[in-house]
């Protein structure tokens, strides 16, 4: 998908444990996303950065925790997982904020039992 | 995956028709828009896009047209095939320079051959 992957591709968790997934892109852009899918929601969006060790919160940002060490790598965190934290996660990158498409990778199917 | 087709609204065509999705965004300020198509399984993947100066703009076998006075958009595709049956949902953007995207939750196409 462009220059963009995301490991693990299926990840089962038990609740309490603490799970990290990875983004990786060899596209050399500025602009890196995490986003949560889940039935009736659409994408929502959890952190974003907009550049190395710059990051925000998005809409669904509890209960995660985001770093970006590399301009190539972002890793979402869940300190503890949670039965509701079961989803599709999707990493996305783009060269600029705003006005501009994003390409996202293919997705983490996480669930936590 | 399999998961993201439920609780949305499906369009079932007959191969070869040409099919319309629509789409209500929210912000009458939004300068950009994007049409994703997302297979089952997959990552989003973009389609076309047009800007707020625009009312209609071709890609190949699709065209996306602009109403900003009912804030409507809308994907046409032309002679739909079996491989068009996936998720759709557009994504605007409000925020001028900054501001990330916002995700529409999608219709569901489906092609019958």
């Known amino acids: 998908d462009a220059g963009i992957t995301q490991s693990p591709r299926h990840k089962v968790t038990e609740t309490g444990t603490p799970v990290t997934l990875r983004c990786h892109q060899t596209?050399?852009?500025?602009?890196m996303y995490w986003y949560r899918q889940d039935p009736g929601h659409g994408l929502r969006l959890i952190h974003y950065s907009y550049g190395v060790k710059d990051t925000d919160k998005g809409e669904v940002s509890d209960g995660y925790s985001v770093s970006r060490s590399k301009t190539e790598d972002f890793l979402l965190t869940l300190e503890s997982a949670t039965s509701s934290q079961t989803s599709v996660y999707f990493c996305?990158?783009?060269?600029?904020?705003?006005?501009?498409?994003?390409?996202f990778g293919s997705g983490t199917r996480l669930t936590v039992v | 995956g399999e998961s993201v087709g439920l609780h949305l609204p499906t369009l079932s065509v007959q191969e070869g028709d040409n099919s319309i999705i629509n789409c209500a965004y929210s912000n009458s300020a939004s300068d950009y828009f994007i049409w994703y198509k997302q297979e089952s399984g997959k990552g989003p993947q973009f389609i076309i896009d047009?800007?707020?100066?625009?009312d209609k703009r071709q890609g190949q076998r699709v065209t996306v047209l602009l109403n900003k006075t009912v804030k409507h958009l809308s994907l046409q595709i032309a002679a739909t095939q079996p491989g068009d049956s996936a998720v759709y949902f557009c994504a605007e953007h409000s925020g001028g320079s900054q501001g990330n995207l916002i995700f529409g939750k999608g219709t569901k196409l489906s092609v019958k051959p």
């Open positions: 596209e050399n852009h500025r602009y």
């Open positions: 996305a990158i783009s060269e600029r904020q705003g006005d501009y498409g994003y390409t």
């Open positions: 047009i800007r707020s100066n625009m």
